[in-house]
Structures are given as structure tokens and as C-alpha cells.
């Protein structure tokens, strides 16, 4: 999966090259390109197993080809069957789809290509919802259904959209610093690319003369506008959430060619400072520690099991072991292991979760990690706050197993009664 994110993710920085070059000469399509790699929310979900990627590919070639629409018919329906793509790759592509739709798709000659995009992309959803069992119309709102993403905007909305939206450019975590601790050439470097991205924005402006007339086009700007501002808002409501961000560089500087005209020497200074740091406070780390370690941890539970009854295990890393026993074959329905989720990852209305009581009562054995997993502070850690903990504190926990990791000891305890 993470060599077909990275083809695509060559494939969406070439698009996007290709787009620009109708914008501006050669040297400042191939800096623009640079820096838009450079951008930490690009490289990481171009190197991950998240399919982030291969959707931005998809709409950044429906839009090079839509930029093409008054050459013939065929590149109206080619670009928005690619946009079309997109939207069933994942669902927030439907905003960039849109803005297509209302530049461009709005008129006798492009609304035939909207509408054939349109029953594509419903006919698919239908499809996908009876394969399922679920009603088609409630298919794209199975989240919100079930209680796992947060319907009602508050501050964490405002909060953690300025920090993924910093964050989609470079790299903040609160794991930088144990990176930065164990490697002192890597913080040197990371320092560096620091000091290249304040130089990059003190530096004076200069002017470069676009390439040809395509800056006039005021749809094809409004249409980059307006997938820009769908797509923000959206990120917002999704309270910050940093994967709904990644194409915001890309559409970001497609939508201002004018303010690229008076900055293009700052690109320079900046790309490098990001690439940079991204690369040695994310790249190289996350590429060659190991953070968390999934089969320890399986296989320091598998000699716990009692009584030929399956074993509960409720862990903070559930997808990270179920990937790990996958990958390696582990059936852990043989093994008689079921994972849970942690309180802090589970919707309202989810049914993942059995009453631990009558399994308790009934002599199975419950083990849970989520009393003081080792993290750092992220995202996911703040907006958990102390759930799992106010979970767990109606029962007594017994300490079973323990394994260590990057970040500290991870503790696995027996969930038993308070007596």
C-alpha cells in the first residue's frame, strides 16, 4: 500500500506541475512543485498505508483535464469522471467535485458531463450500501449515524484547526521531542529547517512575469476557490482533522497566482526548511523506530488465556494489532483473542463494546492497556482526555503483562470486580 501512495503521490505532484505551467514558466512550476512535496501533511500520506493520496491524484488530474474543456467535449466528461473517481475513493472529494460543478458544470454545454459524473458516483454509493445492508441515503452519513464523529462544532473546532492546518505544512507532535533527544545530528538538521522557513518569510518580495494569459481565466481561479474554501470549512467541521487537510496546500497555491507573483524567491528558502524538518523530525523517525510494538504486545497476552474462553483484550492500539496479526497471518479468532476498542476511540452509539459485567461474571478474562498508555501528546490524546481512565475506575485492575516501547512501559492489567 505505501509504494501505491507513493506512485500516486508522484502522480499528483506532476499534475499538479503540469496545471501550473499554464500559470507560469518551468522554473516556477517545478519550485511550486518543491514546495507543495515539502508539505508535511503530502509526505506523510504519500509514504503511509491511509489512502489519502490516490483521491488527490484523481482530482488533481480531473482538473488538469477540465482545464482543458474548451479543446473538446471529451475533456469535460474525462475530467469530471476523474473527479468523480475521487468522491469514491473518499467522500470529502465531494467538495472539490462541487466547485467543479459550480464554475464549471453549470451551463448546456458541461452539465450532460456533471450529471453522467453524478449517476456514477450514486450508483456506486447504492451499490456499496446494499452490499452492506444499509439504506443508500444513510450510506455517506454512517459516522455521524453512529456516533463516532462530533456533530455539534466547539472550541476543539477552532482549536485543532489552526494546529492541523499548521501542522498539514510541517510537522508538529509531541513525539518531535523524543525524536529530537535520541539524535542530535537529526536535531541539528531540524533546527536548520527552521531557520530556512523564518529567513523564507523575511526575505523581500520579487515580481515574475506569468507565462501566459490563463491568470485572467476567472473561472478556472474560482474554481480552485472554491474547492479551497469547501474543503477548509469542511476540515473545520471535522473538527481539524488533519487527513481532510492535505489538499489544502495544493488547491491552496492553485487559487493565488497573484501572491505567487510577488513570492516566488520566498518558495525557495521555505521548501527547503520544510522538506527539511519534515524529514528529520517525521521521515527518518517514523521510518526507523519502532514505535509501538504490536507483536510484543500480542504475544505477551496469548499465555494469559483461561478456560478455552476467548480472551478480551481492550487495547488504545486495536487497528495497529489487528494490522499486525493480519500481516502476519495470526488468526486471532483460533487464538480465541477478541480486541475491543479503547472508551476514548469508541462512538456513542457503538455496539463494538459487550457488558463487561456479564463477561466478567460469566469467567472470561478481560485485560485492557488503556490504563496509562505510553503516548505523547497528540491530537487523539486531547480529545480523549481522561475517558478511559473514568471507564475504567468502576473496576480493579491487576497488572498481567507488560512490554516495552519507544515511548515507555506498556502496562496490560486484568479487568476484575471492585469487591
Request: with cysteine.
Amino acid at each position: 500500500m505505501q509504494l501505491l501512495n507513493a506512485f500516486f503521490g508522484g502522480l499528483s505532484l506532476w499534475f499538479f506541475y503540469k496545471i501550473n505551467l499554464h500559470f507560469y514558466d518551468k522554473k516556477t512550476a517545478l519550485l511550486l512543485t518543491f514546495l507543495v512535496g515539502s508539505t508535511f501533511g503530502f509526505m506523510r500520506f504519500a509514504t503511509e498505508n491511509e489512502t489519502y493520496v490516490i483521491p488527490l491524484a484523481l482530482c488533481l488530474a480531473g482538473s488538469f483535464v477540465l482545464k482543458k474543456r474548451n479543446e473538446g467535449f471529451k475533456w469535460l466528461y474525462g475530467g469530471f469522471l476523474l473527479l468523480g473517481m475521487g468522491v469514491l475513493f473518499h467522500q470529502i472529494h465531494i467538495w472539490w467535485w462541487l466547485a467543479a460543478v459550480i464554475a464549471m458544470g453549470l451551463n448546456k454545454r458541461a452539465l450532460p458531463a456533471a450529471l453522467l459524473s453524478l449517476t456514477g458516483i450514486v450508483a456506486a454509493y447504492i451499490f456499496a450500501a446494499t452490499v452492506q445492508g444499509q439504506h443508500w441515503l444513510l450510506f455517506p452519513f454512517s459516522d455521524a449515524l453512529s456516533g463516532t464523529v462530533q456533530i455539534i462544532p466547539d472550541f476543539n473546532n477552532v482549536k485543532f484547526t489552526g494546529i492541523n492546518l499548521l501542522r498539514t505544512l510541517l510537522q508538529i507532535h509531541g513525539n518531535v521531542v523524543f525524536f529530537l533527544k535520541a539524535n542530535w545530528i537529526l536535531a541539528g538538521l531540524a533546527v536548520l529547517g527552521l531557520v530556512l522557513v523564518v529567513i523564507g518569510f523575511f526575505q523581500k518580495n520579487e515580481t515574475v512575469k506569468q507565462a501566459n494569459s490563463l491568470i485572467s481565466d476567472d473561472r478556472t481561479i474560482r474554481f480552485f476557490r472554491l474547492a479551497a474554501i469547501f474543503h477548509f470549512f469542511w476540515a473545520f467541521y471535522s473538527v481539524g482533522n488533519a487527513e481532510f487537510m492535505v489538499m489544502l496546500p495544493f488547491l491552496g497555491l492553485l487559487s493565488f497566482p497573484e501572491f505567487i507573483n510577488r513570492h516566488r524567491k520566498k518558495m525557495v528558502s521555505i521548501g527547503a526548511g520544510l522538506l527539511l524538518w519534515n524529514t528529520t523530525v517525521y521521515m527518518i523517525p517514523h521510518h526507523s523506530y519502532k514505535l509501538f510494538v504490536p507483536g510484543q504486545m500480542l504475544n505477551s497476552v496469548i499465555p494469559l488465556r483461561k478456560n478455552n474462553k476467548p480472551l478480551y483484550y481492550i487495547s488504545k492500539q486495536k487497528v495497529l494489532l489487528e494490522n499486525f496479526a493480519e500481516a502476519n497471518r495470526m488468526d486471532l479468532k483460533k487464538l480465541n483473542i477478541i480486541l475491543l476498542s479503547a472508551p476514548s476511540d469508541r462512538g456513542k452509539h457503538t455496539t463494538d463494546q459487550p457488558d463487561l459485567d456479564s463477561l466478567i461474571s460469566n469467567g472470561h478474562f478481560l485485560l485492557t492497556d488503556c490504563r496509562a498508555f505510553p503516548e505523547p501528546i497528540s491530537r487523539s490524546s486531547i480529545l480523549a482526555g481522561n475517558s478511559n481512565s473514568e471507564f475504567l475506575k468502576k473496576y480493579k485492575l491487576q497488572n498481567a503483562s507488560s512490554v516495552a516501547s519507544y515511548y515507555g512501559t506498556i502496562q496490560t492489567d486484568q479487568i476484575l470486580p471492585r469487591k
